[in-house]
DNA sequence: CTCACATTGTGAATCCATTCACAGATAGGT
DNA sequence: ACCTATCTGTGAATGGATTCACAATGTGAG
């Protein structure tokens, strides 16, 4: 009983979709931890993920996470486990720039929920939303941006700025040191290689629904 | 010149991630177009919507539309095929469902733009926000959505309820004839098979975002 | 203590989107 | 009118995630 959370190697390089299903699988497990459950079947988990057992076991084969045969996985260990990939022990600071509607909806959404990442800091180039505290949430001017992103050690942002504001905002914080980022502009980044950006595009999203809403067809 | 929209064939299944990037490069055709452009190559294109030239043709190729070598691909006649793909010429109903802070956003957000897709119904289960006009979109207490889904002929859906009760909603809007959602609420639904779901997890994506922050690589 | 069998862990097979690579086509130059 | 450079259209190759399928495991029943 040497090894509190039982992980074997974290050599190979995971899967994008794995790091997604990780995240979703860790939200399932507190909820079903909080309400008294101990051991979970990769049939269980893949039920409430809407995935297949097998996808589920080789998800936590990747992270080297190891059940019992009959038992299933310890609940508490494989969220442990999940804790110890998605956030290596320290809680990540992210940015969020344009405090406009779909930010403001974020930062009120965000204060107080998931502690593993938190918002130290919002920039709006808009003078009547800086300098001011939304949310629990400091809002600085775009201006400052290279300071306050060098002083609180940031790497991740959340771009909510109109469209055609999007790739010099994201230029500009690439070279401020940010490396990955989520993008909720309808366009896709231009970035140096290395960073990393998911689009939030919910037009594409939109037209996706529509068009399958006169299809037959299924995910 | 008797073909104003050259669609050869629509026949085959059109993968989800190419309907994704139609919808994609709709909106830049859009914009290029409005800036005078009328004729594009597949890597300007595919620079455009960060993709490969190849990927632009395989996916022109999937709905039939045809360009011709050294002058490439017209681009009015081209957003008139994705039009015709995409949004059957016919403009699509949506609801919404939960109009909080991100319905709100959402609501706020898409009057006046995207014309081919129309929210012309909200629903909350809350009396403050029920009957009332938000945004230019009606909103009706959530008892009502047989009647109003029925009514309207609606068959999409945008699910903007707090996790606990996305499923509860989800079920309802199934059996009232919603086939398609736009699902912001980060559990995965439990759907008939032919229902088609999109998730929108935004905390998954913050964790994948805040993983990439610390790791060096790239999607 | 032994046995039976549901479940895990994983190599191999499969599936499917993406990319390669090139034959075929054509606009523009001479 | 012909030639050339360059782009399109697409069959074939690639690559990587998912699923299959089964040997190995160890728990719980008797
Ligand atoms: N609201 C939605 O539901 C929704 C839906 C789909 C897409 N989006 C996208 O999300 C983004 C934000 O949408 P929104 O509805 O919140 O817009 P918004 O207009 O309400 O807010 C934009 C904010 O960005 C600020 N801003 C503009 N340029 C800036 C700059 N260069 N630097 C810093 N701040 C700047 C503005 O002052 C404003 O506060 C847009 O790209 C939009 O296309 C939003
Ligand atoms: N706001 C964000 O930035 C954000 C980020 C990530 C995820 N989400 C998800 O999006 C969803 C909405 O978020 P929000 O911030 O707008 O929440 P919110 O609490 O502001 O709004 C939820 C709305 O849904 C209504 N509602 C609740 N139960 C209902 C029911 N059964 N039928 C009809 N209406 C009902 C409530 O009255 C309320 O108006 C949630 O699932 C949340 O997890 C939001």
Redesign the pocket.
Known sequence: MAEPIPIRQTAHRI?V??IGRLSLYRRLLLELSAGGMRQI???QLASAAV?????V??D??MIGF????????AVDELIAAVNGVLAQSVETSVALVGVGNLGRAILAYYTNRQPWVRFVAAFDRDPDKANRIIHGCRVYPFEQAEEVLGREGIRAAVIAVPAAEAQRVADRLALAGVRSFLNFAPVRLHLPTGAFVDDMDMSTALDRVAYYARQQRQT
Request: glycine share 8%.
């Open positions: 899967p979709q794995t079947y990769s049939h995935a297949t057992p097998a996808q076991r080789r936590l084969m190891t059940g019992s045969p009959r038992k299933g996985y």
